[in-house]
DNA sequence: TTGTAAGCGTTATCAT
DNA sequence: ATGATAACGCTTACAA
C-alpha cells in the first residue's frame, strides 16, 4: 500500500505538503502541487481512510439497518439511500435486521465501532431501548425510515400511511363494498396501525359501522397474510366480506393464495387492494389494484434530510416528512358480486 | 466515545492491560481481567474499530459489488454473502455498480481505501481492466459470483449454466418441440454465453439443427426480452418458436409481456421456460416453469470460500464452484399446438 | 509556501 | 503479569 511518506519522497516534498496538496490544493504553490499530484498519480496512491477517518475524526461513513433487503420495498429504500449518499460523498454501511430486534442489536454495536456519522433505519419494536445503551449512536443524527420507534424527537420520513390506506378503502366503498375486510399486519408497528386507522376513517366517513371481525391481525409475511385472509373469508358467504384491503404486498401475496386456495375469482367474488407495489402485483392477471409508496424517494430524501443534519451545526427538532402514496387502479378491484 | 485510556484509569491498569484483557484473556491475571471488564462494561466501553484496523493493518471487513440490489438474485446473493461473513466476523460492504462499469470503477476505488481483505463481485465487462489500476485490491483474493471476468487465476462461483439451459430446452424437446426460440442475454456475459451453449447442446443432442433465426440476443433487462420476444413471435406462424426459452427472468418479464400484447397462450400457443426463479413466477398463471438458481448459496459459499482463503497462509490457484441448478416444471410449458 | 511534530485509539514489542 | 513506548497513516497546529 503506498502511503503518503511515499508520494512525499517521490516528490521531494514533506508529507504534509502532499496532505495538502491533495486535500487543500490552494494552499500549496502551483509547481509543487502538480509535482505532488503526478507522483501520486505515477504511484497509484489512494488515501488510508481509515487512518484519515481516525486522524479526523470523522468516518464520512453513514450507517443503514433495513428490515429485509429480499423485500423489494427494503431493496428500494436501500437504493435511494445510496444513491443519495453517493451524491454527497458519504459511504453506507447496510445492515438487515431481519425484523430481528436482536440481530438488529448486534449490528447496531457493530455499526458503532465504525464511527458512523449519521444513522437510518427501519426500526424494530425495540429500537429505542437498543439506542439508549449505544453512547456513541444515540447522540448521532438518527433518521427513521418507513416506521417510527416512537424515540422523542427522532427525525423521520414516512409514507401517508393513513390517507393511502383511506384512498384504497374509499375507492372500495365508491365501487359499492359494504363488508370490507382487511388483513392487517402487528399492530406493534407504526405502518400497520396507520393503515387500519386509515380503512376505519374510509368506513366511518362512508357511515359503514366498524366490524373488529373483519380486521384480522397477524405476522406481516406471506404466512401471516394467508392466514389472515383465510379467517375473512371462510365466514359464511352472508358474512364474507366482498373485498379485502391488505396492509403490505407479502400479506397480499399470502392473500392471493389464499384467494385462490378457495377457488373465489378476483374481482368478480372478491376485491382485492394492496399496500405496496411490486412486480408481481403488476404481472399476475388481474393486475393489482395497489396504494403504491415511494420507496426510492423515501430512502433518497431519509439521506438528503441525514446529510444537512450532518451539515449544520446544531441538532435540529425533530422532523417528520410525510410522502405521499399513489392509488393505482388495475382490475383486482369492481363493484361486488350481485348476490350481495 | 469512552475509549481504552477511559477504561484504563478506571481499573487503575494501563491501557495494555485493558487491550489485553480484552482481546487475550488468558494473559492477564483473572482478578485483574474482571476489574477491567467490569469497567469496561460500566462505561460501555466500545472497541474503535478504525483505530484498531489501522494498527493491526487489518480491517475485518469485506467488499461485495453486486450488478443490481434491486433484482431478486443479486438481493439473494448479498444476503448469502452477508449471512456467511457475519458467522465469521467480517462486515460486509455493499455496493452496486448498477451493471456500469464506470460506477463499478468508482466503487472499486472507493472499497480499495476502505481496505478491505477480500473482495466479491459479479463483474461487469470492464472489471478485469479496473482491477489492473487498484494495486492493493487486485493482490487481494477476490471471489468473482455468478459469472466470470475471465481474469487468469480468479476464483469463482456460479451456477451450472450450461447444464440448466440444456436440461430446460430437453424439457421442451421432450414435450414435443422443435422450434425453440432462446431470447438471450448481451454475449459480453459469460452466463448469457453459457445458457446460449446449453440450448445449443440440447438441440444437438436431439438432432435438432440450430437456426440462429431463433435466437434473439439484446440487453439483458426487460426491455431487451421485450423486443427480443417480439421480434421472435413475429414472424409468420410456420416459423414462429412454440416455445421459448429465457435467459434470465427480467427478459423473461418482458417475454411475459410481449406473449399478453399478441395475445397469445401460455401453454397452449406457447411455452415458455425461463432462468431463475421469481416471485412473479409462481405467482401468474400459468406458474413459470424456470432453472432455479441457488442464489443464497452462490453468495454465502463465496464468502465462505473467501474467508477461507484470507485464513490460509499462501493464494491458493483460482478454483471455480459450479452449483447445481434445478429445473421446476410448473405450467408454463405443454405439448406443442396440434397445428405444428 | 513549506516543514516539523504531535496526536487520533489501538496493539505489539520489549522491559520489568 | 503488567507497564512503557512506539507505530499504523493521516491531518493540523505551529514554526520557519
Redesign the interface.
Known sequence: ??KIADVASAAKVSPSTVSRALTKPELVARETRERVLQAAQRL?Y??????R??RKQK?HLLGLIVGD??A?FH??L??GV?DAAEKHGY??????SDEQPEKEARYL??L????PEGLLIVPTAKTRQHLQ????LRNLPIIELDRTSGSPGIHAVLAENVLGAREAVEHLIQLGHRRIGMVAGEPVITTAQERLEGYRQALEQAGVPFDEQLVACGYHREEGGYAAAMELLKRPPSQRPTALFVGNSEMA?GT?QAIRDLDLRIPEQISLVSFDD???AQ???PALTVVAQPAYEIGFLACEMLVSLLQQRKQMQGHTLRLKTRLLIRHSTARPCERD
Open positions: 500500500m503506498v497509484g489512494q488515501p488510508n481512510k481509515l487512518a477517518s481516525l468516518s433487503i429480499l423489494p431493496a428500494t436501500a437504493k445510496q459511504m453506507v454501511f447496510l445492515f438487515n454495536q457493530e458503532q465501532s465504525h464511527l445503551s449505544l453512547q456513541y401475496a392471493v411490486t412486480r408481481w404481472l399476475i392477471e
